[in-house]
């Protein structure tokens, strides 16, 4: 049977879940309320952009209830099994909002799917357009020392609820991209594949883009932590604001 190309997330809600079956979310949800202590109000106005299947949301509510998920992908915020906060389908290069955040933010290095710098610059500049004059946008970014540790193991497959999956992880050097590429197979015989790819951008260019966008770097961590970032981390958090409200 040929193997049918679908769009990103299209399919791969259905092993999602399985794929980041590591990943604590409520370790992650702690570190963001950490990040933001200090900036916000119990009821202050959240944004997450490429939310997903919603597990981070759905966590992070408790800490600020007042949150709407948004994500591209339709499948994804539909995966989402809770079912309990807000969504918005959108693209984060279009944001359709009229009020205004006082948090936004966007995790497991979803801005890396944006595959230039004029991308990235627009991105930055529809987040600043909807964010309140004292709000707080964090993002985490992936580097290049990242993508080469996931390459050395290239490949990754198993099966999860019937459905039989291979991924292959491939970093290009020169054009900075990587890429992951994903087959499934069905339990009917159905074959799809997905190919995801990322850019990965040089440490400076998230401070010059950030600042043509009207906004300026507060902090700048290892993912996790709270050492300072440099070029050589492997991924990145930013926290940021609008440089008119810059002391």
Not at 226 to 243: C, G, V
């Amino acid at each position: 049977m040929a193997t049918e190309t679908k769009k990103i997330y299209e399919e791969l809600p259905s092993i999602y879940e399985f794929l980041m079956r590591k990943v604590s979310y409520r370790t992650w949800a702690h570190y963001l309320d950490g990040l933001v202590d200090g900036y916000l109000h119990p009821n202050a106005k959240v944004l997450e952009l490429a939310a997903g299947n919603c597990k981070l949301a759905n966590i992070f509510e408790k800490f600020y209830p007042n949150i709407i998920a948004s994500d591209l992908s339709k499948n994804m915020l539909a995966s989402d099994k809770k079912d309990m906060i807000p969504k918005v389908c959108c693209n984060m290069l279009a944001l359709p909002f009229k009020c205004k955040f006082d948090l936004i933010y966007s995790t497991f290095d979803s801005i890396n799917y944006l595959q230039n710098g004029k991308l990235l610059l627009k991105m930055f500049k529809e987040v600043s357009a909807v964010l309140n004059d004292e709000g707080i946008f964090t993002f985490d970014a992936s580097m290049e020392k990242n993508s080469l540790v996931h390459t050395k193991i290239p490949e990754r497959k198993g099966v999860y609820k019937g459905i039989k999956f291979l991924q292959k992880s491939m970093y290009n050097s020169k054009t900075h991209v990587h890429t992951n590429s994903f087959k499934l197979k069905l339990p009917n015989g159905e074959v799809y594949s997905e190919i995801h790819r990322q850019k990965i951008y040089l440490f400076d260019t998230y401070f010059q883009l950030l600042e043509k966008a009207g906004l300026y770097v507060v902090k700048c961590y290892d993912s996790f932590s709270y050492r300072d970032a440099n070029p050589n981390s492997e991924r990145i958090q930013f926290l940021t604001k609008k440089i008119n409200q810059l002391c």
